[in-house]
């Protein structure tokens, strides 16, 4: 499966947007779903993960409350919507596909959308 990340971009703190990962090749529904973000100098970090029905989702401390990870199968998107952002927030975000639930290691990157959120 091919995934292409979008959706990022420029954005003051408090604000928000809503990033989507596009999938083709094969059909979404066959694979949970991941957000993943790694800011400059630092190691990439896990953000939202969907199950593949949509029925489960789960975050990290960091984005709880805040960030709402979504899938639509029929289009073949996977949806982060990220509200409140923070400085912090800043960095490339990537979206991962695997067939396992909470994998260790996912199977498919897709090549990343930079957020910026800063005054």
């Known amino acids: 499966v091919q995934l292409q990340a979008s959706g990022g971009g420029l954005v003051q703190p408090g604000g928000s947007l809503r990033l989507s990962c596009a999938a083709s090749g094969r059909t979404l529904s066959s694979y949970v779903i991941a957000w993943f973000r790694q800011a400059p100098g630092k190691e990439r970090e896990f953000v939202a993960a969907?199950?593949?029905?949509?029925?489960?989702?789960y975050y990290a401390d960091s984005v709880k409350g805040r960030f709402t990870i979504s899938r639509d199968n029929a289009k073949n998107t996977v949806y982060l919507q990220m509200n409140s952002l923070k400085p912090e927030d800043t960095a490339v975000y990537y979206c991962?596909?695997?067939?396992?639930?909470?994998?260790?290691?996912?199977?498919?990157w897709g090549q990343g959308t930079q957020v910026t959120v800063s005054s």
């Open positions: 969907v199950s593949r029905s949509g029925a489960s989702t």
């Open positions: 991962a596909a695997d067939p396992t639930w909470m994998a260790i290691e996912y199977d498919y």
